[in-house]
């Protein structure tokens, strides 16, 4: 059974800039893309940043994109967001995903190519 734990959420001004992580259990993380997802109160659940299995491609929502940055650390079984230069319209849940399927060729924004899930991690920006 694979579990993804997210840290590293918080309350920041806006400007200001947080690191999430998202730390995975099993063997296999390296043959799977990885990717996060927010959720805003009253809002759907959207796709952020998507990181290949390999960490050789990378996919960015326009809203985040020049600002955010997604990256996984195989040895350590982990996948991180850096978040700069942060909205207060970035306030929601974000969630780390893991792709159904192992060494895909594509990376995808929508929801169900992510079959496992986190408990998501709070991050608030104040104005």
């Known amino acids: 059974q694979v579990q993804l734990v997210e840290s590293g959420g918080g309350l920041v001004q806006a400007g200001g800039s947080l690191r999430l992580s998202c730390a995975a259990s099993?063997?296999?993380?390296?043959?799977?893309?990885m990717a996060w997802f927010r959720q805003a109160p009253g809002k759907e659940r959207e796709f952020v940043a998507a990181?290949?299995?390999?960490?050789?491609?990378?996919y960015y929502a326009g809203s985040v994109k020049g600002r955010f940055t997604i990256s996984r650390d195989n040895a350590k079984n982990t996948v991180y967001l850096q978040m700069n230069n942060l909205k207060p319209e970035d306030t929601a849940v974000y969630y780390c995903?893991?792709?159904?399927?192992?060494?895909?060729?594509?990376?995808?924004?929508?929801?169900?190519?992510?079959?496992?899930w986190g408990q998501g991690t709070q991050v608030t920006v104040s104005s």
């Open positions: 995903a893991r792709d159904w399927d192992q060494k895909r060729t594509t990376l995808s924004s929508s929801r169900l190519m992510y079959h496992f």
């Open positions: 990181v290949s299995w390999g960490a050789d491609s990378t």
């Open positions: 099993g063997r296999t993380f390296s043959s799977y893309h």
